[in-house]
């Protein structure tokens, strides 16, 4: 039996990663510009992380995990999300005693069992930001006009912001008595599941995935009509920002999310373009406002996002890739590969992305090699130019051949290549 990577896994493998690179590049130019800086968490955490932070009754905690127990000892979960961990580790090492706003950020793959589909997938990678110790609203605007321009600093132009309020607990408590009122004639008609959700987290029933659950749970009532005037002048602050910065946005009342965490700001990014099929979610986020108290901190106001990268790709348009190989260096005859290899080393100390082949093939096919990894130049060394001092440089675009200096190669390398 051959053996192959695990369902809903894939391998990313080096023609496609400077896509990956440019995003991720992107993320990092961008998030740093504003403030953020990265965080690395690990992979494995105890299990009671996600299900006391993202909720019993969630998709991702009842059915999506990765939990295994360690050697009979305790019980681990590979990560399906960033959010608990970074609250975890903020909580861990004390960090609100060190600075009244902490703005983080990290890229890395998650882990949910869903079933596999075009955009789905069981390990897949998020890069997302948190802001610990602002209150909002106007940080929350920040953050969504950051990522509206991040993504449109990809090439991904057709997108729309939608963004809700869930209010904090005061709401939520009248909010519930509410959504019990209307889901109570509908009881039997529900999925097992939500008719158990209907007693534990009635919010629940409306991220349900079942289309009868789904219909159902379309003609709830507005959760923005049962917000407190805290919740009410919190959630207008952010559209009157959002407006100031000229970040188009809908306000989306049946937003909810699939994670129990949240409070007030609920926001995600729908990408329109063709390519993404129905998993057109590009990223999604929102408050916590009680996360790290919670989790045994200070009371703690804090906002976040993640994006999914592999939707991002698909959404990004295509570019003309980049070759990986600036120089291609070319021993004419076998015996001066050893002077080749220390030309190699002198070029690439100048800062240029050099490739040879040493194992003393003709000319003609070092050539043809350097032609098949697109390299701009070839420089060529054989026996008189060791002597003389000089390399022949060879224009693999223009097909032109000029000898230069060898002390002078990199520098007549260069302007080619900018
Ligand atoms: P969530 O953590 O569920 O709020 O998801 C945030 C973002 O991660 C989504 O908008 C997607 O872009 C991405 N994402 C979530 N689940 C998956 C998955 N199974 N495969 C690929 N991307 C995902």
Redesign the pocket.
């Known amino acids: 039996m051959s053996l192959r990577a695990v369902k809903g896994m894939k391998d990313i493998l080096p023609d496609e990663i400077s896509r990956w690179h440019r995003l991720e590049n992107a993320f990092r130019t961008r998030a740093e510009r504003y403030g953020f800086r990265e965080a690395r968490f690990p992979i494995v955490e105890p299990t009671a992380l996600f299900v006391r932070s993202i909720g019993e009754t969630t998709d991702?905690v009842e059915k999506e995990m990765y939990t295994f127990t360690d050697r009979g000892e305790k019980s681990l979960t590979l990560r399906?999300?960033g959010t608990a961990s970074s609250v975890r580790a903020y909580v861990q090492h004390n960090v609100q005693a060190k600075e009244p706003v902490t703005k983080w950020y990290y890229l890395g793959p998650?882990y949910?069992r869903?079933r596999p589909a075009k955009?789905?997938?069981?390990q897949?990678y998020?890069a997302g930001i948190e802001v610990f110790g602002d209150p909002g609203p106007y940080v929350d605007a920040e953050v969504i006009d950051m990522v509206v321009g991040f993504i449109s600093d990809l090439g991904i132009d057709e997108v729309e912001v939608l963004i809700n309020s869930i209010g904090g607990p005061d709401t939520r408590a009248r909010y519930r008595d509410a959504l019990l009122e209307y889901l109570g004639p509908f009881r039997a008609e529900l999925c097992p599941d939500c008719q158990r959700r209907m007693d534990a987290n009635p919010l629940r029933v409306l991220d349900c995935k079942v289309p009868r659950c789904a219909k159902i749970a379309s003609g709830a009532p507005s959760m923005l009509e049962h917000l407190t005037d805290d919740d009410r002048e919190h959630f207008d602050g952010l559209q009157q920002t959002l407006t100031r910065l000229g970040t188009p946005y809908r306000v989306d009342g049946s937003l909810v999310?699939?994670?129990d965490y949240y409070t007030r700001t609920l926001f995600?990014v729908l990408g329109k373009g063709e390519g993404l099929g129905a998993?057109n979610?590009?990223?999604?986020?929102g408050r916590y406002d009680q996360m790290v108290q919670s989790f045994g901190g200070p009371e703690t106001p804090a906002i976040g996002?993640?994006?999914?990268l592999?939707?991002?790709l698909m959404a990004m348009p295509e570019s003309v890739p980049r070759s990986h190989v600036d120089v291609f260096v070319v021993a004419a005859q076998p015996d001066v590969r050893a002077e080749a290899a220390l030309l190699g080393r002198e070029l690439r100390s100048a800062g240029l992305r050099v490739e040879s082949d040493l194992r003393g093939g003709s000319l003609k096919s070092q050539l043809r090699r350097a032609d098949k990894l697109n390299a701009r130049i070839a420089m060529i060394l054989g026996e008189s130019e060791i002597e003389n001092g000089v390399v022949q440089l060879k224009d693999l675009q223009q097909k032109t051949q000029t000898e230069v200096p060898r002390n002078e190669a990199a520098a007549h390398a260069k302007p080619l290549l900018a």
Request: no cysteine.
């Open positions: 991702i399906p999300e998650m949910r869903e955009g789905r997938y069981r897949f998020q999310r699939g994670l995600e998993q979610a590009l990223l999604g986020g996002f993640a994006m999914g592999e939707r991002l």
